[in-house]
């Protein structure tokens, strides 16, 4: 179970990256942070990011349109 959820559907390219940034920034090291979207292009977007800011991709799912991520704060 994350620490935080952040869900993000309904929300198009670059709206869940920039919420996902803005809520990591508010946490503190190991806790965890689970993405909820249904925008495709988060796909490549969120290790992206994550690649920037050095937080960890611990899980993607896939469930019909929703695609939830859990991440790591570094």
């Known amino acids: 179970m994350a620490d935080k959820t952040l869900d993000a559907v309904g929300l198009k390219c670059p709206m869940p990256v920039l919420k996902t940034k803005k809520e990591l920034r508010g946490m503190t090291a190991g806790q965890?942070?689970?993405?909820?979207?249904?925008?495709?292009?988060?796909?490549?977007?969120?290790?992206?990011?994550?690649?920037?800011?050095?937080?960890?991709?611990?899980?993607?799912?896939?469930?019909?349109?929703?695609?939830?991520?859990?991440?790591?704060?570094?």
Request: hydrophobic content about 35%; charged content about 35%; overall charge negative.
């Open 32 to 74: 965890s942070l689970e993405l909820i979207v249904d925008d495709s292009g988060a796909l490549k977007d969120i290790p992206s990011l994550l690649n920037k800011t050095g937080d960890k991709l611990v899980e993607t799912k896939q469930d019909g349109d929703k695609i939830s991520f859990i991440i790591e704060k570094a």
